[in-house]
C-alpha cells in the first residue's frame, strides 16, 4: 500500500515562502508513468488540487490552479520518491491544509486535478499565513 508523508507546513508572513516535502513509499517515481499532485482544503471549502502533473518517459504535463500560477511551482527532488512544493510570495487566501496525492498508473494519461482521480493520500500538512 502506497504512503505519503508531507511536511515543511507552518507560519509564514504574507509574500513569504515555504517548501512543502513529499515522501512517497510503495509508489515510484522511476516508472515510465506516473501521476501526482498537491492539493489543499481551506476550512469550509472543499479540496482542490493547486499542482498536478504527469510524467512519462516521452514526456509530461503540469497543471496549476489559476491562483498558483508564477508562485508555486513542483520538483522532484534529488532524494528518491521525494516531491517538493515551493511556495513563493503567499498569500492569506492561501491558508489551508496542504496534501499531496498520487494515482495509479492506469487509465487515460492526462493530467488529473479531481480529488477522486487519486488513489492514495498523504495525513497533510498546515500552511497559515498570516502577519
Known amino acids: 500500500q502506497a504512503q505519503f508523508v508531507e511536511s515543511g507546513g507552518g507560519l509564514v508572513q504574507p509574500g513569504g515562502s515555504l517548501i512543502l516535502s513529499c515522501e512517497a513509499s510503495?509508489?515510484?517515481?522511476?516508472?515510465?508513468?506516473?501521476?501526482i499532485g498537491w492539493f489543499r482544503q481551506a476550512p469550509g471549502k472543499e479540496r482542490e488540487g493547486v499542482v498536478c502533473m504527469y510524467s512519462r518517459v516521452s514526456g509530461g504535463a503540469t497543471y496549476y490552479v489559476d491562483s498558483a500560477k508564477g508562485r508555486f511551482t513542483i520538483t522532484r527532488g534529488n532524494a528518491k520518491n521525494t516531491i517538493y512544493l515551493q511556495m513563493n510570495s503567499l498569500k492569506p487566501e492561501d491558508t489551508a491544509v496542504y496534501y499531496c496525492a498520487g494515482r495509479r498508473p492506469i487509465g487515460t494519461i492526462a493530467v488529473r486535478t479531481a480529488v477522486s482521480d487519486y488513489d492514495y493520500w498523504g495525513q497533510g500538512t498546515q500552511v497559515t499565513v498570516s502577519s
Open positions: 510503495g509508489f515510484s517515481l522511476e516508472l515510465d508513468y506516473y501521476a
